[in-house]
């Protein structure tokens, strides 16, 4: 049951997920930190600009997502190939043990990873004044 749960909705999720954010969320959002950058001579004195001009920093943030992904990725790749099963393969203690251990990092990651989105987001968005209603 867990082996049809990772294989068929748990792993293509998370996979399609952060392929969502490394092809389009993430450059949108560095798109909108340099159009920001851009124009802060000209919206530096609006109301929206309160949080400050988004700086190289904001744009690392961002970054920094994307390498965890491909990290994820990897991982989540080598639990995925283990879970494909045939009938040579021989599920001992050694392989549940093994299977197990991987599973608890990728947990530990995949949850790090969604505290950092948290945190990314909370400090980046703030600063993008130019991103309308609809882009939000």
């Known amino acids: 049951i867990w082996i049809n749960y990772w294989s068929k909705w748990y792993w293509p999720f998370l996979r399609d ?33 309160s949080a400050g001009c988004p700086t190289n ?3 690392e943030l961002l970054n920094s997502l994307n390498r965890v992904h491909n990290e994820i990725d990897e991982l989540g790749m ?4 283990m879970c494909h099963l045939d009938e040579q393969t021989k599920i001992d203690s050694k ?9 608890s990092l990728f ?22 004044v130019l991103l309308t209603e609809k882009e939000w």
């Not at 947990?107 to 703030?126: G, K, R, W, Y």
């Open 95 to 103: 392989f549940i043990q093994s299977l197990k251990k991987k599973l």
């Open 17 to 49: 997920h952060n392929k969502n954010e490394q092809d389009s969320v993430v450059p949108f959002l560095r798109r909108q930190v340099y159009d920001t950058i851009y124009d802060w001579n000209r919206i530096k004195d609006t109301e929206d600009a």
């Open 57 to 59: 920093h904001e744009l």
């Open 107 to 128: 947990i530990d990651m995949v949850d790090t990873h969604m505290s950092e989105e948290e945190q990314v987001f909370f400090a980046v968005l703030p600063k993008l």
């Open 78 to 81: 080598e639990i995925h190939m």
